[in-house]
């Protein structure tokens, strides 16, 4: 039987004394970057632990099972009833943030004007170059909150990336340090953790060659905004993108789910 080993990241002495029996903790109670969110205690795992190349790590926030519904058991569960192939099993709520844009980092520029061009701005200082306005991610592709488990082959892959996101935001002043570091309007949270957040997306997107098992999105919470109300809209708009990816010389495709859209403005 393959190996899972899911952790949950417990800030406080209260999330550590309610933390759900079968999670192994990820003790980070002085919380000493909390600018960093969930990446410095993931870092300081990925980087200090020896891995089992055929096992499966999550790493996930004290609120998994509110955003998703599923208990230890029943995501351990989900894991083990994965195709033999698979790297990476997907967890992601807020199936509308997902459905009615492009892909991610266009849902997050809604709430940080300028997110986009940072994001391309990176990886192109990191020499990865990459036009992020156009990709088109549909629920195979996307991952909010950092909820997804993986083979450390892909581990090593998202901590890479987020690491060269590290050296800089932790580096010298520079103008893209400054943009990476902006805080937003949500808690105060700077730009580099959502950033960080939407790097496993952008990892199964470039690369068709990962396998994924993704777990029923819109079966986990929706967002709290107003397109929470249009559930069959979200799912056409998924729909849509997939044949977009699948058939990607059908323009047919794409002036559809701008209709849908244009009417949800």
Known sequence: MRQVKLYQIA??????????????????????????????????????ETLDEECFYGFFSPKF????????????????????????????????????????????ELFDQGFTQ??????????KPLRLAGLIMDSRHIVFSNFFVAR?????????INEA????????????????????????????????ERIASLLLKSNSDWKVWAYNTFACAWSSTRLNQFEHEAVVSDALKMAMNDNPNVAHYLTAFNKIRDVLR
């Open 118 to 127: 940072t994001g391309e701005d990176f990886l192109a200082a990191i020499g």
């Open 165 to 196: 996101m590290y050296a800089i935001c932790e580096g010298p002043d520079s103008e893209l340090k400054a943009r990476l570091c902006h805080t937003t309007s949500y808690e105060d949270v700077e730009r580099k953790v959502f950033l960080m």
């Open 11 to 48: 800030y406080s002495e209260q999330i550590l004394a309610n933390m759900e029996a079968g999670y192994s903790a990820l003790n980070i109670t002085d919380n000493p970057r909390a600018d960093w969110r969930e990446y410095y205690p993931i870092r300081n795992f990925l980087l200090s």
């Open 65 to 108: 099972r509110a955003k998703t519904g599923l208990s230890h058991a029943q995501t351990v569960q989900f894991i083990l009833s994965s195709p033999a192939d698979t790297d990476v099993i997907t967890f992601s709520p807020q199936a509308d943030m997902g459905a009615f844009f492009l892909n991610v980092f266009e849902q997050n």
């Open 152 to 160: 450390p082959a892909f581990w090593r892959q998202w901590l890479q």
